[in-house]
């Protein structure tokens, strides 16, 4: 082989060598690290970012609770306004054991008017109306209303008490100044339930919802039943547009 050739053949090599040894000495000072947000599955991560010496990734691909649709709202003739929402709980691996809401209740010139705020818990891919009748602002005042959530534990699925409970022999009459929706809950688990709520929910003859209201049961016994009545100010509007017979009611 020619002299040339050999210097040649030699120089590749050395030229090559040298690439690999400074490739090594910029990964080794000058490269960063892995980390949990360089957007690369490394470091043993089951997921990019999550798993291995990462957080889990059912917690890094958590969703916050959200509103189904709009807070709806409901009045009377007096004035009085009533707010319905409607959330839900979209992971199917962790109940929110606890959280806070936030309603915002906002005039036609977009400023918040009232707030109001309440707590409560939501098990995994579940969903829960919520009822708030307390509202200060009248009716003509109010033009949107929007639901924020903060302060969410979160538990696997399974960890935090789950109620199972049934509502049956619905009945709505019409009693002097009222509406009232009677029933009878029964706690259908093992354990005996505290604080429930009963959401009661008018709808007319269009299928369209007119009204809600709420009560609570204090102390439920396990696998008893219990009845109930909810009582609703009977106005002018809601007695002729109300379907008796369509009413729904749902236990938390």
């Given at each position: 082989?020619?002299?040339?050739?050999?210097?040649?053949?030699?120089?590749?090599?050395?030229?090559?060598?040298?690439?690999?040894?400074?490739m090594g000495i910029y990964n080794g000072i000058f490269a960063s690290a892995p980390t949990c947000f360089d957007g690369k599955l490394n470091q043993h991560e089951t997921g990019?970012?999550?798993?291995?010496?990462?957080?889990?990734?059912?917690?890094?691909?958590?969703?916050?609770?959200?509103?189904?649709?709009?807070?709806?709202?409901?009045?009377?003739?007096?004035?009085?306004?009533?707010?319905?929402?409607?959330?839900?709980?979209?992971?199917?691996?962790?109940?929110?054991?606890?959280?806070?809401?936030?309603?915002?209740?906002?005039?036609?010139?977009?400023?918040?008017?009232?707030?109001?705020?309440?707590?409560?818990?939501?098990?995994?891919?579940?969903?829960?109306?919520?009822?708030?009748?307390?509202?200060?602002?009248?009716?003509?005042?109010?033009?949107?209303?929007?639901?924020?959530?903060?302060?969410?534990?979160?538990?696997?699925r399974g960890a935090s008490l789950q109620e199972n409970l049934t509502v049956s022999r619905i009945v709505t009459t019409l009693e002097g100044s009222q509406i009232a929706i009677?029933?009878?809950?029964?706690?259908?688990?093992?354990?005996?339930?505290?604080?429930?709520?009963?959401?009661?929910?008018?709808?007319?003859?269009?299928?369209?919802?007119?009204?809600a209201s709420q009560t609570l049961v204090s102390t439920l016994g396990s696998f008893k039943s219990i009845p109930f009545v909810m009582r609703i100010p009977r106005d002018s509007?809601?007695?002729?547009?109300?379907?008796?017979?369509?009413?729904?009611?749902?236990?938390?």
């Amino acid at each position: 082989m020619k002299r040339t050739s050999k210097k040649m053949i030699y120089g590749v090599f050395y030229i090559a060598l040298l690439g690999f040894l400074g490739m090594g000495i910029y990964n080794g000072i000058f490269a960063s690290a892995p980390t949990c947000f360089d957007g690369k599955l490394n470091q043993h991560e089951t997921g990019v970012d999550c798993g291995g010496e990462c957080e889990p990734c059912y917690l890094k691909n958590l969703e916050s609770i959200k509103t189904m649709g709009s807070p709806e709202i409901f009045s009377l003739d007096s004035g009085r306004a009533v707010i319905l929402s409607k959330i839900v709980n979209p992971n199917s691996a962790q109940d929110a054991a606890s959280f806070s809401y936030t309603l915002n209740i906002y005039n036609s010139s977009g400023d918040i008017i009232e707030k109001a705020y309440g707590a409560d818990s939501l098990p995994a891919s579940r969903t829960k109306y919520i009822v708030e009748s307390g509202i200060r602002a009248p009716l003509y005042d109010i033009t949107r209303v929007d639901m924020t959530f903060s302060n969410i534990t979160w538990n696997p699925r399974g960890a935090s008490l789950q109620e199972n409970l049934t509502v049956s022999r619905i009945v709505t009459t019409l009693e002097g100044s009222q509406i009232a929706i009677s029933g009878e809950v029964k706690n259908e688990s093992a354990i005996s339930l505290r604080d429930i709520k009963l959401v009661g929910i008018l709808f007319n003859t269009f299928g369209q919802k007119i009204f809600a209201s709420q009560t609570l049961v204090s102390t439920l016994g396990s696998f008893k039943s219990i009845p109930f009545v909810m009582r609703i100010p009977r106005d002018s509007h809601t007695e002729s547009n109300v379907d008796l017979a369509a009413t729904q009611v749902f236990a938390y």
